[in-house]
């Protein structure tokens, strides 16, 4: 199921697209003239994009590709990246005043790595600024609408990558995910997203906000599309010495005709249980069930210290963040501006003062709080070791159990303005997600239904290096949901 943006033309996979261009190279225009349609009608609602590329400089890089007569694994798949990823040459402002006018003179890893595939760069995601929020209403310029209902938000902060995808105006998409940015726009928007193991994916050329929990991911419309992205940019890279070494580029034969294998899945109690919305379990009850029928082992397990993952996860990512973001100062990083005064602290303060938005401001003091001298040992040291707690309790789960599944947000997607003015209330939507981020593990959301016309995602993860596994539930997932 679809939203009412999409056509028949705009909406087809890549396996699909990359078909119809081998038995006829001109469809790839057609394509592309049917895309720009979508984004001509729905784009001035939905706001999915900061930067749009002309379709005069996309057609000409499908001309160049097949010219080539090599379109790769992506076949002219038209990608939107988050503002976040730099793009050479295409204006990168991770969705803030301070870098409005940063054109990066570089590609990313993982841009390169799509160029190099067949992909084609269509354009630049809104976001919440510098990745920090979970609705994409903090972006600097506009917020970002849901495609199922205008009046709801599609969650963050890959929020825009996430609505290009679903709505038809891309093929596919690029996200970053440092506690959830990735799936909850997937959950919220109906898309398939994936957080990959740390260091599976590059982080080159990606604008840092928690260096430890930042992955990029790929946002799709089907579990086959996001595998193939998957196998495109991940891979080690010697520009980013966080990259793993490990075998890539397999990961769609485990969504091509690879059977379903009898895991054990366990579901974690704390996840379900408290602040559940009663038809978002409804939907998430009845897929156990299915599961069940396909011949997988579903137990409920308890991990009481999962209560404690979402401080721990704010006070690491905002001091992270508060380090990261110290470089733009108006000096060499960030706005220039003309500074009454003759002291670099005034060309400092004013250059934050209105280059930073309000979230930005609040997680750099308090991550600057959290490490300041007398208070950090008993904030950002405690929260480490509650960090490596949580990662070996998962050790510990995934020696009994080969995945585990829960609801990537315990509510339906909130209204736009619901939760934007209360910061408890936005954290909190990353209950389910930041646990993966702090132990490096994979996961995935993928839609397991709908309630009142909005859908459910469904979190699938594992143990580190497990995406082939996670792809194959997710895709026995997409098949059955509507059995």
């Keep these: 199921m679809l939203p009412p943006q999409c056509t028949q033309v705009a909406s087809i996979s890549i396996r699909t697209l990359r078909k119809r261009v081998a038995e006829d190279p001109d469809f790839l225009f057609s394509y592309i003239d049917e895309v720009y349609s979508v984004i001509e009608k729905y ?57 409005e006018s940063y054109v990066p003179p570089y590609d990313a890893t993982v841009v390169s790595k799509i160029k190099e595939s067949g992909g084609i760069i269509i354009g630049k995601t809104n976001m919440d600024e510098f990745a920090m929020g979970s609705t994409t209403e903090n972006s600097a310029f506009y917020p970002t609408l849901n495609p199922w209902d205008y009046g709801r938000v599609p969650g963050g902060s890959s929020g825009g990558s996430a609505v290009a995808v679903a709505a038809c105006e891309a093929t596919v998409a690029l996200g970053s995910d440092t506690g959830g940015s990735i799936r909850l726009p997937a959950a919220y928007t109906g898309t398939v997203g994936i957080k990959p193991t740390y260091g599976l994916v590059s982080r080159y050329g990606l604008i840092a906000y ?105 006070i690491i990512a905002m001091a992270e963040a508060s380090s990261n973001l110290a470089r733009y100062d108006g000096l060499k990083y960030g706005v220039r501006l003309e500074v009454e005064g003759k002291l670099w602290t005034d060309v400092y303060r004013k250059a934050r003062m209105l280059g930073f938005g309000d979230e930005v401001k609040r997680r750099i003091l308090i991550g600057t709080y959290v490490l300041s001298e007398g208070l950090y040992e008993g904030y950002y040291l405690k929260a480490a070791k509650v960090r490596r707690l949580l990662y070996e309790e998962f050790t510990k789960l995934f020696k009994v159990y080969d995945l585990a599944i829960s609801l990537t947000s315990p509510i339906l997607p909130p209204r736009v303005g619901e939760v934007i003015s209360d910061p408890i209330k936005l954290y909190s939507l990353d209950i389910n997600t930041v646990p993966i981020n702090l132990a490096g593990l994979p996961a995935l959301s993928v839609p397991g239904g709908f309630v009142e016309g909005l859908p459910v995602g469904i979190q699938v993860f594992g143990p580190p290096l497990s995406e082939g596994y996670i792809l194959n539930l997710a895709r026995v997932i997409e098949v059955i949901r509507d059995e």
């Design 210 to 314: 928690g260096s430890s929990l930042d992955q990029i991911g790929p946002i799709a419309r089907y579990v086959e599309d996001a595998a193939v992205v998957l196998d495109v940019i991940s891979g080690h890279d010697p520009r980013d010495s966080t990259s793993l070494r490990v075998r890539t580029g397999y990961f769609r034969d485990y969504v091509v005709d690879y059977p379903l294998k009898n895991y054990r899945v366990a579901v974690i109690e704390e996840m379900v249980s408290e602040g559940v919305d009663r038809g978002v379990m409804k939907v998430f009850s009845k897929l156990l069930e299915k599961l069940e029928g396909r011949g997988l082992t579903v137990e409920f397990k308890r991990m009481p210290l999962l209560q404690y993952s979402l401080p721990t996860y704010y």
């Design 43 to 99: 784009e001035h609602r939905l706001r999915a994009y900061i930067t749009l590329r002309p379709k005069s400089e996309v057609v000409e890089e499908a001309e160049r590709l097949l010219k080539s007569k090599e379109i790769g694994p992506l076949g002219g798949a038209l990608v939107a990246i988050k503002d976040n990823i730099s793009t050479k040459g295409i204006r990168t402002t991770c969705g803030s005043k301070m870098l």
